[in-house]
């Protein structure tokens, strides 16, 4: 089965860096995949994970530990567009975690 | 990046009545699609995977009598909700598989009257 788990809620400031932890027990493990979702609309691609260690892209970077079945979503320089859920997701049956509601404030 | 289009983006409809959602993927080829269901607040929640000329994969406590799914070629699945209720109410929205990363459509926002 696949288990794939976010905090539910989380908040910080403009400027700030915040890390969103995705926790994963699945079978079949290929890879992960991290989205960003603003309200009402569709899910936009951000990283993907497939081998252990840091893979960065811009403002956002994502990490990978296999053996640990964790990843995490890097994001710096917080802006408040920023502000948005952003979901985890393995890349193989491509079901997604509980995801993970991001509110900047100013 | 790739192009997902899905129709209709909302749609309202009596209760006992059918609905047709298309989910095409406009410039690649697409041999999986994926159907999800999605409540307010809440994350997406997979109904069902659908592979191109062959019988959809239906996740757990999912109907497949109910929400019917076709994946007649490279580029168009269809998802039809058969005899809607209330309680199908819902935003349901699809992805097509690329290479590496999965695309999604716009999202229809169905509300069962």
């Known amino acids: 089965g696949q288990n794939i788990d976010q905090p539910t809620e989380m908040t910080a400031t403009e400027g700030a860096i915040v890390q969103i932890n995705c926790t994963y027990q699945?079978?079949?493990?290929?890879?992960l995949f991290w989205y960003q979702q603003h309200a009402g609309e569709a899910p936009t691609f951000l990283s993907y994970?497939?081998?252990?260690g840091l893979e960065e892209k811009g403002r956002f970077s994502s990490f990978l530990s296999r053996s640990k079945g964790y990843s995490y979503l890097l994001l710096k320089e917080l802006q408040m567009k920023d502000s948005a859920s952003y979901l985890c997701?393995?890349?193989?049956?491509?079901?997604f975690g509980t995801g993970t509601r991001l509110q900047v404030f100013p | 990046g790739a192009v997902v289009s899905q129709h209709p983006s909302w749609v309202i409809c009596k209760s006992g009545t059918s609905v047709k959602i298309e989910c095409r993927s406009l410039?690649?080829?697409?041999?999986?699609m994926f159907w999800y269901r999605q409540f307010p607040k809440q994350s997406l929640m997979l109904m069902a995977t659908?592979?191109?000329?062959?019988?959809?994969?239906?996740e757990q406590g999912v109907e497949k009598d109910k929400f019917l799914i076709n994946h007649a070629s490279l580029t168009l699945s269809t998802l039809t909700v058969t005899s809607a209720h209330p309680e199908d109410s819902s935003f349901y929205i699809c992805?097509?598989?690329?290479?590496?990363?999965?695309?999604f459509g716009q999202g229809t926002r169905l509300t069962v009257v």
């Open positions: 992805s097509a598989r690329g290479q590496i990363e999965a695309f």
């Open positions: 699945t079978s079949g493990f290929n890879g």
């Open positions: 994970n497939v081998l252990d």
């Open positions: 997701a393995d890349t193989d049956k491509l079901i």
């Open positions: 410039d690649f080829q697409a041999t999986t």
């Open positions: 659908s592979n191109e000329g062959s019988k959809a994969t239906y």
